[in-house]
């Protein structure tokens, strides 16, 4: 519940800031997000898996993420079953905040595609102004592991 009160906090900040800079945010999408948010921490789903994939300009591997207790856990190359360091691999919670961070960037936009079911975002686009500085990621293959 309290995860779910921080994202309504963040959202409404995001809101009166963009409208304070006279910037037209798509309220559509930060209630999306919102409505999202909330759906995902009433879950308090704290222990899942789940496969991620990132295409951006630069080579990244299709892993496998565990988390545990909200943080992440192994991360495992989907192709070779190499595990690699923690560092930086998201968390549901993360991106959420990602969303979040994206939605006021004046140098580009954000697109999000959510569980039916449990909230999470499954699909993430950022598109950029700046050549080849988009960014794609998915989530699939989610399973609650507790």
Known sequence: MKTGLVGAVIVSVVLLGCRATGQNPNQAALLQLLENRQKWSAQAIHDYSFDYDRSANIFTHPVHIEVLGGNVNRVTDRAT?????????????????????AIPDRNGSVSAEYDVTLGYPNVISLGSNIPDMGTSESVTNFQKTT
């Open 81 to 101: 079953g190499a595990v690699y360091s923690n560092a930086g691999v998201p968390t549901v919670d993360s991106l959420f905040a990602e969303i979040v961070r």
